[in-house]
T-cell receptor, first 111, second 112 residues
Framework: GEDVEQSLFLSVREGDSSVINCTYT??????LYWYKQEPGAGLQLLTY?????DMKQDQRLTVLLNKKDKHLSLRIADTQTGDSAIYFC???????????FGKGTTLSVSS | DGGITQSPKYLFRKEGQNVTLSCEQN?????MYWYRQDPGQGLRLIYY???????QKGDIAEGYSVSREKKESFPLTVTSAQKNPTAFYLC???????????FGQGTRLTVV
């Protein structure tokens, strides 16, 4: 079956790096995504990676994909208090189908 | 300014009533989705539509109904058959080719 797993909580200090991990089950997934949700708001697309890539970097964000282990991670460098939010990993098993989301990782950043 | 708009932001329903949540997009996206979010549950798919006048049930469609008469609009009705409707509802759209989904700001529905 299709399932996306994430740890539920992560707590870091301001200025440290945060690493949020995700595992997925469908090896045919063509795209994998990271979304951010702030309290009471919708989901904001942070970044995405094609399944034929190993890494993607976008400013403070680094996405690593290990397709063999079906493992995806999001690293946030120099984490700020404004990064406190829920982060969702999502996969799309094939083009045009609905995204399948993990339960979200709540990132708490303390100063 | 292109985007996806949900209204209202907050909605209160009495037991036994049907309510309709609005979702409109001007991104010219073919596909639209409704998700329900409960604390600790992540996002669960209610209904989705890939073309006008066609829609499919998601994982938790019971007690909900939708229509897709226009490409821009995908309203969700929460019927009285939905026994636990209090939740945060999110609408999303995507262009089938590009595959990235964009979300509205959500509607929080509370049963009073």
């Amino acid at each position: 079956g299709e399932d996306v797993e994430q740890s539920l909580f992560l707590s870091v200090r301001e200025g440290d790096s945060s690493v949020i991990n995700c595992t997925y089950t469908d090896s045919s997934s063509t795209y994998l995504y990271w979304y951010k949700q702030e309290p009471g708001a919708g989901l904001q697309l942070l970044t995405y990676i094609f399944s034929n890539m190993d890494m993607k970097q976008d400013q403070r964000l680094t996405v690593l994909l290990n397709k063999k282990d079906k493992h995806l991670s999001l690293r946030i460098a120099d984490t700020q208090t404004g990064d406190s939010a829920i982060y969702f990993c999502a996969e799309r098993p094939k083009a045009g189908t609905a995204l399948i989301f993990g339960k979200g990782t709540t990132l708490s950043v303390s100063s | 300014d292109g985007g996806i708009t949900q209204s209202p932001k907050y909605l209160f329903r009495k037991e036994g009533q049907n309510v309709t949540l609005s979702c409109e997009q001007n991104l010219n996206h073919d596909a639209m989705y409704w998700y329900r979010q409960d604390p600790g549950q992540g996002l669960r798919l209610i209904y989705y539509s890939q073309i006008v006048n066609d829609f499919q049930k998601g994982d938790i469609a019971e007690g909900y109904s939708v229509s897709r008469e226009k490409k821009e609009s995908f309203p969700l009705t929460v019927t009285s058959a939905q026994k636990n409707p209090t939740a945060f509802y999110l609408c999303a759209s995507q262009a089938l080719i590009r595959d990235r989904a964009f979300f509205g700001q959500g509607t929080r529905l509370t049963v009073v």
